[in-house]
Structure formats: C-alpha cells, structure tokens
C-alpha cells in the first residue's frame, strides 16, 4: 500500500498510516505512523492462538484457502484487537477517506461510524467479494458498539494483472509498484557470474510459524543445480541448525526483494502476496510451495499463467528447479505478465481517481 499512499502524499494529501507489530516499518518509507496496538507482536499472537485454541488452529493452518470467505469467523481475529486503537486515531485525525488492506476489517467499522467512504486495497490475489458482507456478520458486536453500518460509499483497488484473473478485475486496476523497504544493496549484488541466480525468500511470518522445512531441501537440491542460491530470509531467522552451506549457496540475511531479483533468474518462495507480486512486476518467474493463509491463491494464480510452478514442499528438488532455468516459455511468459502490469495505471493515476471519488 506505500505506493498509492505515497502517491496521495506526493499530491499534497494529508496521510496518516494506523498500524502495529511489523507493519510498523512503514515509517521507514517516510510516512506518519500511529501504533494502533503497541507492544503486538504478530507473531506471538500467532503461537498463542495456537496454544490456546490447537484443534481449530491445526484445522485452519492445514486448509487450502481458495476463498478467504472460508475462514469465517477466523477472519476478524486479528484485525479485532487493532480496533479501540484505529478508531482513536481515526477520531482525532478525522480522515476524509480510509483506505485499508481488504483482508483487515477495523476500517470498515471506522468508516462507518465517521461517514466516510471506504476503499479497500487489493492484497495479491485474494478477491474481495463477499469479504466486507463477512466482517459485517463476525463483527457485529463491534459494529453495534460503535453505532456503525458498512459505509455506503466503498470503492476497490486491485493491482492483481487481469490476464491472471479467472474474471474481471475488483475496481480500480492499479500497477503493482513492489515496495520491499530501502537499504544500501551488498557488492555482490552486483556480481553476477555466468550461472543464473535463485533467490529463495520464506516472507516474515512463515519461517517463525512453520519452520525452515523448504529451505533444507533447496539446499540439499543445490549441489545438483548449476546455479547460485542466494538465502533472503532476514535477519530474525536463526541459520545454525542448517549446518554448513554448500559452496553455491549464500545466507544474504535481508535483502530488499526488488534489489535481489533485478540480477536473479528465478524466485523460490511460500507463496505470501507481496512475495509473489514483486518478480510478476520484474518479469521473474517462480517456484512457489504454499504453506497456508492465501498463499494457495497466489500459487495458483502463478501456476495457471505458467509464470512458474506451484508445488508441495516434498517436491522442491533439483529436476523442477533445473525445469524452471532450463524452460524459457515460463521466462517469455514471465515478460508479458511484468509488460501488462507496466501498463498498468500509475498509484498516481489511481490517488487522483480516489479524490475524485471522495469529492463526489
């Protein structure tokens, strides 16, 4: 959401960003930031809920979402407790307009109850519909505590490329514009030898929640690829129980994702949005092995368009590693896909159709 946010700035827009937990980086873009929930950890949330509630958990993590309507009343869990603090911030800001994440329903509730419109702001491939009709029903109580219906003004925007999409685009189309956070980009980055470059990234969440499984078997596969593996996994992951690395394999720490797949050929990952949106925009293709949440849509979305594979965790070996170097279909495709989001219109396109739409 930077971009567009940015971009509303950029045009002299007074912005204020409610957030809490990792999302809190945002300031590092340079934008005004209000934790709504200090102290969250997102996830530690995340084991409580499975130590507190582990059959329903266990039940939630092992199913393949295709509609985030499948999640119910599991839907509002963690965007419930950010709303005393977003509605505060909300009442002092006085906003115009919120725009919030289409899986987060605390805005809904905002918007409601100061009057404004609502927009909500596509993530990945998740499609929207039905999804504010579901926050209205599992939050009800909330809803009637602060005196709120749906606002009646609401608007989408979707930076998903329609040629991925089973039908037509939510909204307003917008070009993904990959964000991944600023840094000064290593010297080796730079280095880029005669063998072709994988990147392998698990996101922010998923190592901490369902381990380094993925990781040990690209590295047991990398012997037997002629490549090298470069290991974006943070700085918060902890390496040692990986043993020593084989000579094609480096452990980069963090790396901003946009900076790394410039000089790489493909990208190994679990599927998160901003994982898989990022190489559409820069024409890389993909090896995805989902491991829960949305990460099945956007894998799915990646395998039709034939932009990469999605796979089971089992099957991340040399032979599809070496398929996806080796084929160039998935490489021709990767560049129609990266040239249909370039001609995308802007984030400030779109900011200046949002005032439109706020104005009347």
Do not use: C
Not at 4 to 22: E, F, I, M, Q, Y
Not at 103 to 109: D, F, R, W, Y
Not at 150 to 169: C, I, T
Not at 306 to 314: F, I, S, T
């Amino acid at each position: 959401m930077v971009p567009l946010t940015w971009a509303l700035r950029a045009a002299g827009h007074d912005v204020l960003v409610a957030t809490s937990s990792d999302a809190l980086v945002v300031a590092d873009a340079g934008l005004p930031v209000v934790d709504a929930l200090p102290g969250l950890d997102i996830r530690e949330r995340f084991l409580k809920m499975r130590e507190e509630h582990p059959e329903q958990f266990a039940e939630f993590a092992a199913r393949r979402v295709t509609d985030v309507r499948e999640m119910g009343e599991f839907l509002p869990t963690l965007t419930r407790p950010l709303l005393p603090g977003t509605m505060a911030v909300a009442e002092r800001f006085r906003p115009d307009v919120v725009v919030q994440g289409v899986l987060g329903g605390s805005g809904l509730i905002v918007a409601g109850k100061l009057g404004v419109p609502w927009v909500g702001h596509g993530f990945g491939f998740v499609r929207s519909e039905g999804v504010v009709e579901a926050f209205r029903e599992h939050m009800a109580a909330e809803f009637e505590q602060h005196g709120a219906e749906l606002p009646e003004r609401r608007a989408y925007v979707d930076v998903a490329p329609p040629s991925m999409l089973a039908g037509e685009p939510e909204g307003w189309s917008m070009r993904y514009v990959p964000y991944n956070g600023g840094g000064v980009e290593p010297s080796w980055l730079a280095e880029t030898g005669d063998r072709p470059r994988v990147a392998v990234t698990l996101g922010t969440v998923a190592p901490k929640m369902n381990g380094l499984g993925p990781v040990e078997r690209i590295i047991a596969a990398a012997p037997d690829v002629d490549a090298e593996f470069v290991l974006a996994l943070g700085d918060q992951v902890d390496l040692d129980g990986l043993g020593t690395l084989p000579p094609n394999v480096r452990a980069a720490g963090w790396v901003p994702l946009n900076s790394l797949l410039a000089t790489s050929s493909l990208l190994i990952h679990h599927g998160g949005a901003g994982t898989a949106m990022t190489p559409l925009a820069l024409g890389v293709p993909q090896l995805v092995a989902p491991s829960g949440a949305d990460r099945y849509i956007n894998a799915a979305a990646v395998h039709s368009r034939g932009v990469g594979l999605q796979v089971e965790e089992e099957e991340l070996d040399a032979r599809v590693i070496n398929q996806l170097l080796d084929e160039e279909k998935y490489r021709v495709t990767a560049a129609e896909v990266a040239a249909e989001i370039a001609a995308m219109p802007s984030p400030a396109e779109v900011a200046a159709r949002l005032v439109d739409f706020v104005r009347g």
